[in-house]
């Protein structure tokens, strides 16, 4: 087997399809690939002030550079990372470190916020003290809090998230599964269904690229040498919804691409279809925009505090 485009050896067969790419061909239509989704959805925009959210991770390591290259010859747009800390030793701190060396590397300004800063603890005492707490459902209400409440106070434009096609496809289905077409409404390559100064809009340049393709392009360009899951990631409702559409997908290719592609012909449809205006509130403890009095964060924070 050679690779379709220039006979040399392979490196990935790509998702949904016989085609087998050798590096250099598969680098070239991977940064293609996101540069259309930031072209077709309007992902970047003149005078943009575009935070990144990062973790050091495969996938926003692989969007902040992209992201850098698209735009570092541009003088009108800004680009800051911003990184959560929540306090998992052996993980995050390693993850911070090397995020750390690649933005020196690149000159990319980096700004770190942390769990026990905010909310007192950091994660793995919260878990410790509080031992019927769910960790991803604690973890995703605390970090999107600060991601959002960081990027009004930079100014932030939009807010650009390494989510990939697997992570929407799994999205998509937990929403199905738990009757949530709310939250579904605001998903897709560039969030939210309504304007409001609240929220800073999120943008996904990852979307149409499976992980399989994301791992695989941050180990050729030499991001990350190991990879590493969050040590909660198996008691998570998404790892089972994620292992569930690889068995389909194992059985059926074309699974993941079937589900984002359907979804996105009935996207409008959902959207025009639900009002939010009336649903959003303001907590009323810290001012953040949320569907009830008080929002989630705010009662997390009340229950670990106790």
């Known amino acids: 087997m050679v690779c379709k485009k220039c006979s040399e050896t392979p490196v990935i067969k790509l998702p949904n399809s016989n085609i087998s790419l050798c ?46 290259k698209i735009t570092k010859n541009r003088k009108d747009i800004k680009l800051t990372a911003i990184a959560i800390d929540e306090g998992i030793e052996g993980y995050r701190d390693i993850s911070l470190a090397n995020l750390k060396k690649f933005c020196d590397r690149y000159k990319i300004i980096l700004k770190v916020f942390s769990y026990k800063d905010a909310f007192g603890k950091p994660l793995d005492e919260i878990l410790k003290i509080n031992k019927d707490v769910v960790p991803c459902s604690i973890c995703g209400v605390f970090r999107r809090y600060l991601l959002n409440k960081h990027s009004k106070d930079f100014g932030f434009t939009k807010l650009a998230t390494g989510h990939n096609l ?124 949320s569907s009830k009095e008080v929002c989630q964060a705010c009662k997390y924070f009340e229950s670990i505090t106790k």
Request: some cysteine.
């Open 23 to 68: 590096k250099s061909c598969f680098v070239r239509y991977f940064e293609k690939k996101v540069l259309k989704t930031v072209r077709n959805y309007n992902l970047v925009e003149d005078n943009d002030y575009i935070g990144v959210a990062v973790s050091g991770g495969k996938d926003s390591t692989t969007l902040l550079y992209l992201l850098h």
């Open 166 to 289: 697997d992570d929407e496809s799994q999205t998509i289905l937990m929403n199905f599964f738990r009757r949530n077409i709310k939250a579904s409404a605001r998903l897709g390559p560039i969030t939210g269904v309504i304007n409001d100064s609240r929220f800073i809009r999120r943008i996904k340049p990852l979307y149409f690229l499976t992980e399989k393709e994301v791992t695989t392009y941050s180990y050729i360009k030499g991001f990350i040498d190991k990879y590493m899951e969050c040590p909660h990631d198996s008691d998570s409702y998404r790892a089972q919804v994620r292992d569930m559409i690889n068995d389909f997908e194992a059985k059926y290719p074309g699974t993941k691409h079937s589900v984002i592609s359907s979804f996105l012909e009935f996207l409008p449809l959902i959207r025009k279809n639900i009002e939010y205006k009336d649903n959003i509130k303001s907590c009323s403890i810290c001012g953040e925009p």
